[in-house]
């Protein structure tokens, strides 16, 4: 059964940098996109980023495009989002999930920037 | 991007009621839709993909309908844990995933 897991979160200083994964389990990940979803305190779901199923494309969403990156790496399994320069409205849990017919998400990793 | 809108915003109901969401698209997305319910502290989870697929383990009081720009999520008849925030998300593959506003239905 699909599994995602994510890890990396914690707490950061404004302007600070974080590394999250996501390891996969369950399905072929080198032949699935993935994307990043995150939700801030008591707010609505927001979509953060999206790679090809290969690593050929990759899109971001404009509040974070130029700070963030998503990644995988086929061969471990895994997908990733590196965090630059971070503010205190990024303070969110970030989701990893699968594309495809049926969706799947991880449980989220908590993000808390501030100072 | 596509926008989803979502409503109502908040909805009252009572243990047995028959309970309706609907989600409208900006523009056409096919059947690509998909609901979540999500308590506090929780992941969001799937109720229903490709607007009308009941994943699996979801009762069967849920059910979704629409195509194109219309959906509505129904829940037949409200049980005590369907107290909670649900969520419409378009993910039809040329466009990046947009989420409803939400809806929480309490008592």
């Known amino acids: 059964q699909v599994q995602l897991v994510e890890s990396g979160g914690g707490v950061v200083q404004p302007g600070g940098s974080l590394r999250l994964s996501c390891a996969a389990s369950?399905?072929?990940?080198?032949?699935?996109?993935m994307h990043w979803v995150r939700q801030a305190p008591g707010k609505g779901l927001e979509w953060m980023a999206f790679?090809?199923?290969?690593?050929?494309?990759?899109y971001c969403a404009d509040s974070v495009k130029g700070r963030f990156t998503i990644s995988r790496d086929n061969s471990n399994n895994t997908l990733h989002l590196q965090m630059e320069s971070l503010r205190r409205e990024d303070t969110a849990t970030y989701y990893c999930?699968?594309?495809?017919?049926?969706?799947?998400w991880g449980q989220g990793t908590l993000v808390t920037v501030s100072s | 991007d596509i926008q989803m809108t979502q409503s109502p915003s908040t909805l009252s109901a009572s243990v047995g009621d028959r309970v309706t969401i609907t989600c409208r698209a900006s523009?056409?997305?096919?059947?690509?839709l998909a609901w979540y319910q999500q308590k506090p502290g929780k992941a969001p989870k799937v109720l229903i993909y490709?607007?009308?697929t009941l994943e699996s383990g979801v009762p069967s009081r849920f059910s979704g309908t629409g195509s194109g720009t219309e959906f509505t999520l129904t829940i037949s008849r409200l049980q005590p844990d369907d107290f909670a925030t649900y969520y419409c998300?378009?993910?039809?593959?040329?466009?990046?995933?947009?989420f409803g506003q939400g809806t929480k239905v309490e008592i």
């Open positions: 998300q378009q993910y039809n593959s040329y466009s990046p995933w947009t």
């Open positions: 999930a699968k594309e495809g017919v049926q969706l799947n």
């Open positions: 490709k607007a009308s």
């Open positions: 369950g399905f072929n990940f080198s032949n699935f996109g």
């Open positions: 790679i090809r199923f290969d690593g050929s494309n990759k």
């Open positions: 523009q056409s997305i096919s059947k690509w």
